[in-house]
């Protein structure tokens, strides 16, 4: 069963330009969570969505940063315009329901240069 | 606000001997406790987890426990092994509606061989 699949594993971006990150879910999960981990910080939770929903937006950033689970397809975390502090380590979660136990993905980390 | 507290940035122990994290929250409405363990350029992997109605949790040579009175958790690890060496985090989710993790800045465990 494989697990928790993010790409890319790294990503390049220069200022003003669009970041997309994606994340396929666990086999038979279909709760995703987004995370974002500065250097040296703990994670921080962005975003909380099941199919074709968004359930929890509280982290995420009110500009430039939206997400989207469709019910065809991966997890998409998307960041427009972005700018150098955006750069971080962003990790996706998934679990079966939603008192279960989240499991992580490797993580997309993002460099603005 | 940092609801989630892991006041030791770094641990070093001997092989064998026992590894003890400490954790601490400040949000009394946290209920579910975990540790996850993770190695550089990896995701979070999930160790244990604890309800705030147990005080103590045992999986293998990880023990998990919880002082709700003190508000403090703590991860022991007997016997250290090599392979122990990673940041640990902790995180606190409530139980009502609100699936997000909070977690801790992590602790560095070196164990010395």
């Known amino acids: 069963n494989a697990g928790v699949m993010q790409n890319p594993r790294h990503l390049v971006r220069r200022r003003g330009q669009e970041a997309r990150l994606r994340c396929s879910p666990m086999?038979?999960?279909?709760?995703v969570y987004w995370y974002r981990q500065l250097p040296e910080e703990g994670l921080k939770f962005m975003v909380y969505?099941?199919?074709?929903?968004?359930?929890?937006e509280s982290g995420m950033p009110k500009e430039r940063f939206s997400a989207e689970f469709p019910k065809e397809g991966p997890s998409i975390l998307r960041i427009q315009q972005v700018v150098r502090g955006d750069s971080a380590a962003y990790f996706c979660?998934?679990?079966?329901?939603?008192?279960?136990?989240?499991?992580f993905g490797p993580g997309t980390r993002l460099t603005v240069l | 606000d940092q609801q989630v507290k892991q006041n030791s940035p770094s641990l070093s122990v001997q092989e064998g001997r026992i590894s003890i994290l400490n954790c601490d929250y400040t949000?009394?409405?946290?209920?579910?406790f975990l540790w996850y363990k993770k190695y550089p350029a990896e995701g979070p992997t999930f160790l244990i987890s604890?309800?705030?109605?147990?005080d103590k949790n045992e999986d293998g040579r990880f023990t998990v426990f919880l002082n709700k009175s003190a508000k403090h958790l703590s991860l022991h690890i007997v016997p250290s092994q090599p392979g122990d060496s990673a940041v640990y985090f902790c995180?606190?989710?409530?139980?009502?509606?609100?699936?997000?993790?909070?977690f801790g800045t992590g602790t560095r465990l070196t164990i010395i061989p």
């Open positions: 979660a998934s679990s079966t329901d939603r008192v279960d136990t989240q499991y």
């Open positions: 086999k038979g999960h279909s709760h």
């Open positions: 969505l099941q199919k074709e929903n968004i359930i929890d």
């Open positions: 949000n009394s409405m946290f209920d579910y």
């Open positions: 604890i309800s705030s109605i147990k």
């Open positions: 995180a606190a989710r409530t139980n009502f509606g609100n699936e997000k993790l909070t």
